[in-house]
T-cell receptor
Framework: ETGVTQSPTHLIKTRGQQVTLRCSSQ?????VSWYQQALGQGPQFIFQ???????GRGNFPPRFSGLQFPNYSSELNVNALELDDSALYLC????????????FGEGSRLTVL | DQQVKQNSPSLSVQEGRISILNCDYT??????FLWYKKYPAEGPTFLIS?????DKNEDGRFTVFLNKSAKHLSLHIVPSQPGDSAVYFC??????????FGTGTSLTVIP
């Protein structure tokens, strides 16, 4: 059974650029959630995708967008990067949208200069 | 607005003793609560959960207690082991799809 994998693990961007982060969900999981974890904080919910549709969104601006593909993998896109976007971005998959047990990947650490 | 709070950033416990990690929440609509453990350079790992219809759930050395009237939950680890040293996050949800996490408590178990 393959766990949740994320890429890239680390990346550096400059303010105003765009970034795409990728996530492969655990085998058999049809739901992917994205969280942002700033330094010293707990993970904050960005959005969830279930069967290729957005299924809930946290308090993040529209420049944060996502996709889920037919194989349930997912992308997180952030446009017009700001310094405060520097954080660890965590992807989590789950068996269905309303189950509590999220399986997290190791995260993608984004630094915006 | 922090809806889930972990007021102790760190905790040190001797091996074999009990570790008690605390979590408070403000939203009375939360009906599902979880604890996650996180090691450095790894994603959080699910530990134990409890729904609001229960006040206790036990899994081996780990027990979670829920006090709905006080909007408080706690995680007990007995006996504590050095491998339990990690950051522990509590999380809460009312819809099942959006979880609110606390800021974490770093547990150190001293051999």
């Amino acid at each position: 059974e393959t766990g949740v994998t994320q890429s890239p693990t680390h990346l550096i961007k400059t303010r105003g650029q765009q970034v795409t982060l990728r996530c492969s969900s655990q085998s058999g999981h049809n739901t992917v959630s994205w969280y942002q974890q700033a330094l010293g904080q707990g993970p904050q919910f960005i959005f969830q995708y279930y069967r290729e549709e957005e299924n809930g969104r946290g308090n993040f601006p529209p420049r944060f967008s996502g996709l889920q593909f037919p194989n349930y993998s997912s992308e997180l896109n952030v446009n017009a990067l700001e310094l405060d976007d520097s954080a660890l971005y965590l992807c989590a998959s789950s068996l269905n949208p309303n189950t509590g047990e999220l399986f997290f990947g190791e995260g993608s650490r984004l630094t915006v200069l | 607005d922090q809806q889930v709070k972990q007021n102790s950033p760190s905790l040190s416990v001797q091996e074999g003793r009990i570790s008690i990690l605390n979590c408070d929440y403000t939203n009375s609509m939360f009906d599902y609560f979880l604890w996650y453990k996180k090691y450095p350079a790894e994603g959080p790992t699910f530990l134990i959960s409890i729904s609001s219809i229960k006040d206790k759930n036990e899994d081996g050395r780990f027990t979670v207690f829920l006090n709905k009237s006080a909007k408080h939950l706690s995680l007990h680890i007995v006996p504590s082991q050095p491998g339990d040293s990690a950051v522990y996050f509590c999380a809460a949800s009312r819809t099942g799809n959006q979880f609110y996490f606390g800021t974490g408590t770093s547990l150190t178990v001293i051999p």
